[in-house]
């Protein structure tokens, strides 16, 4: 079998990789962990064991997470010279199909292609070979048992060992153990099948000769029967009666204790009937007395309201005038400082002329310096822009002209220059030429020069061509840089470098002091700003006019105000013209502020007291209702029943109660006695055991019944007759056992000679494996590595020099590069006919020293096989001569 392709779509982690392999040789697939290395190998495996339509968890485990897309293998080979293009989708869709390239033959779909397949490889290819030669990350490193299975290989060990596979053939070696089967298991030789049924044949006809003989002497046992039968009944009717005259007793004792249960809940009724009438009239007492002192408690609250109320009358009247006077105040004070206000108003209007003007000086002389600045920027920015060169652009021209430089001195060195000079005719490459005109130039390629009858042929360096392409590339390399950048030299392009370079500083600078002017504005904003102090600069009335207007207005309103008192005017009398008008604004509000605050207090007292007045006057109400309501309704109680009856019935009811509990007392006692001399649970205890006994009683009379039939009826009737069939029965299943051992005797004898025979073959192979495994092994150990093969081929130990170590105690690393060794010789034995090989992330454990040793042992079998190298570390593989390399492409999250 030859892997052309394998193709993998949505497996796991890996989004798309697509795998080409050489039909010989050593492909060494590298990717980091969990790149989707091994996914490879288990998508091939599950393209050829498993439908499309299966279920199985693998499969599902196999598709991407998070996306509903089908699972997709494709892998192309060659098997039996039929070249197969193989495609399945797993999970969605649930497609197979197979393609025959270059190949008439029409595509097969569906389960017919699948069966195809899997018969194709049952057929021609060595199933058993293709799993030993396999290396997988995730199994232990084990042996190859060479000896078992492997058809392939054992035709190859034989033809090198001379022979002709005297084990190829197994059918007879089948038929014998099968005949052997027939008699015998294959594990330990007891007998099975019809020897089996006639050993069973023979162990019965033993048993019922034996159980004729016991039949004749049982009589005797059926007579000793019936006489213990008879016994266990005798004494089984003696203890029921014993057993029913207790439960007689009890029974009557148990009546006896109903009569007193009944007597006693009579007297628990009652009781509870004494305490009910109790707790009523304990009930009506307790609410008798408490509405007596719910009216009294009423009274109390209704006094305390009502002096609460005239007292809270009292306090109201001082501060409802307190409050007036207050309020008067502090409305004349808010008239004063009206007027303040419009004076200081008149000022700062003047005062926001002036600063708008000279606002609207400073935005002008701004906007101007702005507006040089701006012409000055767009002129650095417009040179800049006609310098400019792309950053690293001079540095990658400098390498292209080094490159240039190097590929000339490279070309002028590789290829030899031939001069022609004289007289006479010369014939170069078929050309004629006059040596006379001259003649000169580079070769480049093989020339034949021809003068007279003597031929020289000029042979120039094998890489001149190349040479001269490198050189090529590297002017047109330069010459691209140089059209790019619009200049003709690296000098001239250097010095626009730096001109920019300068200029890209003055614009910088330009752009900071532009910054620094602007602030946090914008130009924008300047203009709006300096338009809008125009529109309010341009016809503001003179400086002055507002302030004597809002004085004179202020004059006039004091003229014909009210009068602020001293106590008002906090002991100062009212003079505008006094202070600035700052100043007597301030000091306006702070009167005001002042009078606010004590009529806001006079106010507060006001409110709560007038609050307090109405909240007493309706409690007074309020309790005057409750006391009315209370008083109503004691007398109303006391109509229908007087306090001292009810006192009375109390009594009364309690004395009833203390009698019934004395009567519930003696009838639990009495019935505790009663109890104590025959408990309920003894009676029900002899009522099973009596049941129990009665059926054992019936049961041992049957038993004496049946014994006696039994004596009846057994007789001498056709016993000795019942013995002599089964010693003739057996005789006839001894005699038939002893003539199919004698059969298994013999299939048995040839099998294991068939075995030894075979044995003997197999050890003539241990040449032939040994030379191919010490082969190889002396590439990695050197020429005194040796080892010892068991009889099935598998490494028994290991020797280097003198020191022989057991296979068992070999290192990690030893093992793992003797299990490389061994799957490698049996590929090169087995040669074209052979499986593809995979080493998955193997060499884990190998020291560095002997890697390089063991590339060449994997490359030995690039001549004959396919050999599929899966790792992590490219490095470890190093030294496999000729190996091709395919680097996994894109993944998700494979799992290794």
């Known amino acids: 079998m030859i892997l052309h392709r394998l193709v993998l779509e949505d497996f796991r982690g890996v989004f798309r990789e697509e795998v080409d392999l050489p039909p010989r040789g050593v492909l060494v697939i590298e990717g980091p962990n969990e790149s989707g290395k091994t996914s490879l190998m288990d998508a091939l495996e599950m393209l050829l064991e498993h439908k499309a339509s299966s279920g199985r968890a693998e499969i599902k485990a196999a598709s991407p997470v998070g996306r509903d897309v089908p699972v997709v293998v494709e892998a192309e080979f060659t098997v039996d010279s039929q070249r197969m293009r193989y495609r399945k989708e797993f999970v969605r869709g649930k497609r197979t199909s197979l393609e025959f390239p270059g190949s008439t033959r029409p ?21 058993s070979l293709w799993r030993a030669l396999r290396i997988a990350q995730d199994e232990p490193v084990g042996q190859v048992d060479a000896a078992k299975g492997m058809g392939s290989l054992r035709r190859a060990l034989d033809a090198a060992a001379g022979g002709e596979d005297p084990t190829g053939d197994d059918s007879l070696m089948e038929r014998v153990a099968d005949e052997r089967n027939r008699y015998l298991t294959a594990r330990r030789g007891e007998p099975t099948g019809e020897l089996a049924r006639s050993e069973a044949r023979l162990a019965d006809a033993r048993a019922a000769l034996a159980e004729a003989r016991a039949r004749h002497a049982e009589l005797d046992a059926a007579v000793s029967d019936h006489e213990a039968q008879a016994s266990v009944h005798r004494a089984r009717q003696e203890s029921l009666d014993t057993l029913r005259a207790e439960v007689d007793r009890l029974e009557a004792a148990g009546r006896a204790v109903d009569e007193l249960r009944g007597a006693c809940s009579a007297a628990e009724a009652e009781l509870d009937r004494a305490v009910a009438a109790h707790d009523g009239a304990s009930g009506a007492l307790r609410e008798r007395r408490a509405l007596i002192e719910r009216a009294a408690a009423e009274q109390r609250r209704h006094d305390e309201s009502t002096s609460a109320a005239t007292a809270a009358a009292e306090r109201l009247a001082p501060a409802q005038a307190r409050a007036e006077h207050a309020r008067a105040a502090a409305e004349a004070a808010e008239e004063r400082l009206s007027r303040a206000r419009a004076r200081l108003d008149a000022v700062r209007a003047d005062d926001e002329r002036a600063r708008r003007r000279a606002e609207l000086e400073r935005l002008e002389r701004l906007l101007g310096t702005l507006a040089t600045l701006g012409e000055e920027l767009r002129g650095k920015e417009a040179d800049l822009a006609a310098n400019a060169v792309p950053e690293g652009a001079v540095e990658e021209l400098r390498r292209a002209e080094d490159a240039l430089r190097q590929a000339v001195a490279r070309s002028a060195a590789s290829a030899p220059r031939v001069e022609i000079a ?19 130039r580079d070769i480049v390629a ?6 007279g009858t003597v031929s020289l042929t000029v042979i120039p360096a094998g890489d001149t061509e190349a040479v001269r392409r490198e050189e090529g590339n590297a002017r047109a390399e330069r010459d691209r840089l140089l059209t790019g950048l619009g200049v003709a030299s690296v000098e001239e392009a250097d010095l626009r470098a730096r001109r920019a370079e300068g200029l890209r500083a003055e614009v910088e600078a330009l752009k900071r002091r532009r910054a620094d002017l602007l602030g946090t504005d914008t130009p924008q904003d300047l203009h709006d700003r300096r338009d809008g102090l125009r529109s309010l600069v341009g016809d503001d009335p003179a400086a002055g006019d507002g302030l004597a207007t809002a004085t004179n207005a202020g004059d006039r309103h004091d003229a014909g105000g009210v009068e602020v008192s001293a106590e008002t005017s906090d002991g100062g009398t009212d003079s505008p013209g006094a202070d600035s008008p700052e100043a007597e604004a301030t000091e306006a ?21 007038r609050t307090e ?11 005057a209702g409750r006391l009315a309501e209370c008083r109503k309704a004691l007398d109303a109680a006391r109509e229908e029943v007087a306090d001292r009856d009810l006192e009375v019935a109390e009594s009364r009811a309690g004395d009833r109660v203390r009698s019934a509990r004395e009567k519930v007392d003696q009838a639990r006692a009495a019935l505790a006695e009663a109890l104590a001399d025959a408990p309920p649970d003894l009676l029900e205890n002899a009522r099973a055991s009596l049941t129990t006994l009665v059926a054992e009683e019936r049961d041992s009379a049957a038993a004496v019944a049946t014994a006696l039939g039994r004596v009846n009826a057994i007789g001498d009737q056709g016993r000795l007759e019942g013995v002599a069939l089964a010693e003739r029965e057996l005789d006839s299943a001894e005699r038939e056992n002893a003539a199919l051992w004698r059969r298994a005797r013999a299939a048995d004898l040839l099998h294991r000679t068939l075995v030894e025979r075979r044995s003997e073959a197999l050890l003539a192979y241990q040449a032939p494996f040994h030379r191919a495994v010490v082969e190889l092994g002396t590439l990695v150990y050197g020429r005194d590595f040796d080892v010892s093969l068991g009889e099935d081929l598998t490494i028994l130990s290991r020797r280097i020099g003198d020191v022989t170590v057991n296979y068992e105690s070999l290192s990690g690393g030893a093992r793992e590069q003797l299990a ?20 998955d992330d193997t060499m884990g454990y190998t020291d560095p020293s002997r890697r390089l ?9 690039a001549a004959t096989s396919q050999v599929i190298v899966l790792t992590c570390d490219r490095a470890r593989f190093a030294g496999i001569g000729g190996a091709r390399t395919h680097v996994m492409q894109r993944v998700a999250a494979a799992a290794e």
């Open 446 to 451: 093989d020339t034949v020069f021809e003068v």
């Open 820 to 839: 490389v060794i061994v799957r490698i010789a049996c590929a090169r034995l087995v040669g074209e006919n052979g499986v593809p090989v995979f080493l």
């Open 853 to 861: 040793t063991m590339g060449a042992v994997i490359a030995a079998a």
């Open 422 to 440: 004289g007289s006479g005719e010369v014939r170069v490459a078929g050309e004629h030429l006059d040596a006379e005109a001259g003649w000169s």
């Open 613 to 623: 007045h109405a909240t007493r006057t309706a409690l007074a109400e309020e309790s």
């Open 107 to 127: 595509a097969l779909t569906g389960d017919d292609a699948h069966d195809y397949v899997r018969d194709l490889l049952d057929r021609q290819v060595d199933r």
């Open 589 to 609: 509000e702070h009167v005001l502020a002042r009078l606010r605050d004590e009529d806001r207090a006079a106010e507060v007292e006001a409110a709560t007291l």
